[in-house]
């Protein structure tokens, strides 16, 4: 028999096709030819949340004795059906199957401002995405670590700093579209903000530098003539070189700074990107500055919020990250309008991108015991949030919070590198859970765990055929 094939007829598809046969090599875990065709889905598209793609997405996949099809109204519906007949078999012979995304907006968002990742590992990263049929790369490019992408005619922003240049971040995202994912850019402001000050000491920090003991304050200053000329000037190149419809401006943690500047200075950040032709989209707290009916806001301090105890003692690990008691009640103080965040989003109209901390951000400790010994070292990765198993990962489902229909954006998860130091510690982290919520988001709930179990332990050998590390939790039966 020969060695099964990616083909199609239609040379709108041919690059689907490539593509593919790219991301399957050198494992193509193909039983038979894949037949690519644009054409009738009976399926129609009822994806929830925001259309960052634009593309219906939905797919039939058809088996015959020999050959597999694999049918969609769009190229992005035909790439989705390829990937998920290759990965993870299709229906019985003769037999068919038809699908399509629960949420549109399907996220991971990557900081690359505390490790920088290369270009050659974000194109890893957005293959992973692809893979598991995500489609937005969330990239967070701004940070108090520092500033990673090249502004034109800013170049002191960047000197001397790991960064992507412009012709690489367009490559980025010449690469990701080709995979049918779109990059969603992040300049963190007015807040997270050490990095553009540094640069720019001509900058005014709109709070005490001193901050609380142990954590210090950069914030821009809207106040500021210069700064307001800065924030434009930075978010209006941002959008220009920004391919995909959103661009994210932060608005997340302003530690220390007056609620009425905060409000400013995001709606300057909103009013520059829509005046640049982008929609911008913010962290929750953004909310608090107004939204307009569909403007977009990220959730992420759900209520469980780092799960913060009222007092260090008993928590070795909190003391050692310089954390007093001081410190976590203003922490917890800072934290205590989030509350209403959820209702703020709503009440405006607003979409809420789903990203709660307790479930979606990928840095979160793994629990000891699920942590085989050969991997003892993963148990030191990540940030001080309470340890969780897979499990809890991929039990999480979207609907738990009542949200209206109308009122949600999507699903993405986090990853935040401040513990990570390579690009195994960084998979380790995002695998196996990644898998698990990119499922609960195509779908739109988690798969009873027996069965999440068995996909995440099938996936495991793709990931070990393209060399990317993962936990191998105790929890699946590997194979
Ligand atoms: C965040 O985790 N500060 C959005």
Request: hydrophobic share 40%; net charge negative.
């Amino acid at each position: 028999m020969h060695n099964p094939r990616i083909l199609t007829e239609d040379p709108s598809l041919q690059p689907v096709a490539d593509v593919v046969t790219e991301l399957l090599h050198p494992h193509p875990p193909l039983s038979a030819d894949l037949r690519l065709t644009l054409g009738q889905v009976t399926l129609q598209p009822d994806a929830l949340g925001v259309a960052v793609s634009g593309a219906d997405e939905c797919y039939r996949i058809t088996s015959t004795p020999g050959a597999i099809t694999c049918q969609a109204r769009t190229p992005q519906g035909v790439f989705r059906a390829a990937l998920q007949a290759a990965l993870y078999g299709t229906p019985g012979h003769p037999g068919v199957i038809e699908s399509g995304p629960r949420y549109a907006w399907r996220g991971l968002s990557l900081d690359t401002a505390r490790t920088f990742w290369s270009v050659p590992e974000v194109k890893r990263i957005i293959d992973l995405a692809a893979l598991h049929r995500l489609n937005v790369l969330h990239l967070h490019l701004t940070d108090n670590e520092g500033w990673r992408i090249e502004i034109p005619g800013l170049p002191h922003l960047t000197a001397g700093h790991a960064h992507y240049k412009i012709e690489e971040y367009a490559d980025l995202q010449r690469h990701a579209a080709a995979r049918h994912v779109v990059i969603v850019p992040e300049i963190d402001l007015p807040g997270h903000a050490a990095a553009a000050l540094a640069a720019d000491p001509a900058l005014p920090n709109a709070c005490d530098p001193h901050g609380w003991d142990g954590l210090p304050f950069a914030a821009l200053d809207p106040r500021d003539e210069a700064t307001r000329a800065f924030i434009t000037r930075v978010l209006t190149e941002v959008c220009h070189l920004t391919d995909g419809p959103y661009v994210h401006f932060g608005g997340d943690e302003a530690f220390g700074m007056d609620e009425e500047l905060f409000r400013q200075a995001v709606r300057l950040a909103r009013e520059v990107i829509r005046a640049a032709g982008k929609k911008p989209l913010g962290w929750q707290e953004s909310a608090r500055a107004g939204l307009e009916p569909g403007d977009v806001a990220q959730w992420w301090v759900d209520p469980s919020m780092m799960d913060l105890p009222a007092s260090t003692e008993g928590n070795p690990a909190l003391a050692a990250a310089g954390l007093t008691d001081e410190l976590l009640g203003k922490i917890r103080e800072h934290f205590a309008p989030s509350a209403g965040d959820l209702d703020r989003i709503i009440q405006a109209g607003g979409r809420v991108l789903l990203s709660p901390q307790s479930h979606l951000y990928l840095d979160r400790p793994y629990e000891r015991q699920i942590i085989p010994a050969e991997q003892e070292h993963a148990g030191r990765l990540g940030h001080i949030y309470r340890p969780r198993t897979v499990r809890h990962a991929a039990d999480w489902s979207p609907s738990a919070y009542g949200l209206p229909q109308e009122n949600v954006a999507g699903v993405e998860a986090a990853v935040w590198s401040e513990s990570l130091r390579s690009f195994d510690d960084l998979t380790v982290m995002l695998l196996p859970r990644l898998a698990a919520i990119a499922e609960i988001a195509w779908y739109g709930r988690p798969p009873a765990w027996p069965q999440a179990r068995a996909q995440l332990a099938a996936s495991g050998r793709l990931w070990e055929q393209r060399g990317l590390t993962f936990l191998r939790s105790t929890e699946v039966a590997w194979i």
